[in-house]
């Protein structure tokens, strides 16, 4: 595939992310702040946010398997997670967080139990799609071709 | 607001003024947020040193168990400007003595774990030789009670999450001599 189609699919792939609501438009933002002084600056933003989701995700999961449930330490969780999301525009993750939080305020462990699977999906989901547009991103730098602007 | 700045021969930094260059000190228990801040900070020709929690942050201002500690004294005595510090995540860095005087403006997070973001600005305030730093307090949530008591504790500005750089900008403009 040459440039001008790399680009092409680039560009109609991220679209769809928005369109989709997998991304808001606080990804715009960061891309915004990558330039030639900080050249993988979303990469890296993206990259902690994985690391840190994936923690997180764990300990929910682990909280939840406790006999007595530390609502409170999963608040603390979430928060960070709703924090993270939100800042990257992971709009779906995000989302989701929000419906956690009102579980876990409720003290529905149910609820919570369902919604957390739920947010693994749409975590995972959106780490793909990411994966896929930083690949895309890549391959068309590769190609020497200009990229899109956010 | 006086401009003074003292090079700081001892730490091979660049003698700047720093209304060009303010130092800021960002305190967030967020890394994804850390990062973001630092960069819209530098983005808008600002000094950033991150730091974790409250309590690295009092650390890096020179204020132990509210007291600030004696190689703070003998650095700030004739510094006149409030000074924000953001600082380093890995903080194992030795600073400079000079280099903890020169924070210009503190933006912290409100909701930390241990200290808060309210609890440190009370501090700073509290502190007769950091009372004069502006703080600028973040949260990603809207709670108008929350908003009025950090603003008439004294914080200049309280800015909800996520931040964009255009909201990093106006704060620069308004809080610290805004040179374009």
Redesign the interface.
Same mark, same amino acid.
């Given at each position: 595939m040459d440039a001008l189609q790399l680009r092409r699919q680039l560009i109609e792939y991220t679209a769809e992310l928005f369109s989709e609501g997998f991304l808001d438009e !606080?990804f715009t933002?960061?891309q915004?702040?990558q330039d030639e002084n900080?050249p993988d600056?979303v990469v890296?933003?993206v990259s902690?946010?994985f690391q840190?989701s994936e923690r997180l995700l764990n300990e929910l999961a682990k909280s939840l398997s406790q006999q007595e449930i530390d609502f409170k330490k999963m608040d603390?969780h979430v928060? !960070?997670l709703?924090?993270?999301s939100?800042?990257?525009?992971a709009h779906r993750v995000q989302r989701s967080c929000i419906s956690f939080r009102d579980f876990c305020n409720a003290k529905n462990v149910e609820g919570c139990l369902e919604c957390l699977q739920k947010m693994k999906h749409e975590y995972s989901l959106v780490k793909d799609k990411l994966e896929t547009f930083f690949d895309l991103e890549q391959q068309l730098s590769t190609t020497g071709g200009s990229p899109p602007p956010p | 607001m006086a401009s003074y700045y003292a090079s700081s021969s001892s730490s091979g930094e660049v003698t700047a003024d720093h209304r060009d260059f303010p130092h800021v000190l960002a305190v967030d228990d967020n890394h994804v947020d850390r990062k973001i801040i630092e960069t819209m900070l530098r983005n808008s020709s600002c000094r950033v040193t991150t730091v974790e929690n409250g309590t690295r942050a009092l650390e890096y201002l020179g204020l132990r168990d509210g007291q600030p500690n004696s190689a703070t004294l003998v650095s700030s005595a004739g510094c006149q400007f409030p000074v924000m510090v953001i600082l380093p995540s890995s903080y194992e860095i030795p600073m400079p003595i000079q280099q903890a005087s020169k924070v210009n403006l503190v933006i912290t997070d409100y909701c930390m774990p241990g200290m808060t973001g309210y609890e440190l600005l009370k501090k700073i305030k509290g502190s007769s030789f950091l009372k004069e730093v502006p703080v600028v307090i973040v949260s990603s949530e809207n709670v108008p009670t929350r908003i009025n008591k950090c603003l008439e504790e004294g914080a200049k500005m309280f800015m909800l999450k996520p931040l964009k750089q255009s909201d990093v900008k106006k704060l620069r403009c308004h809080l610290l001599n805004c040179r374009s």
């Open positions: !606080q933002q960061l915004q702040l900080n600056f890296e933003v902690l946010f840190d603390a928060h !960070q709703k924090g993270s939100s800042s990257v525009g | -």
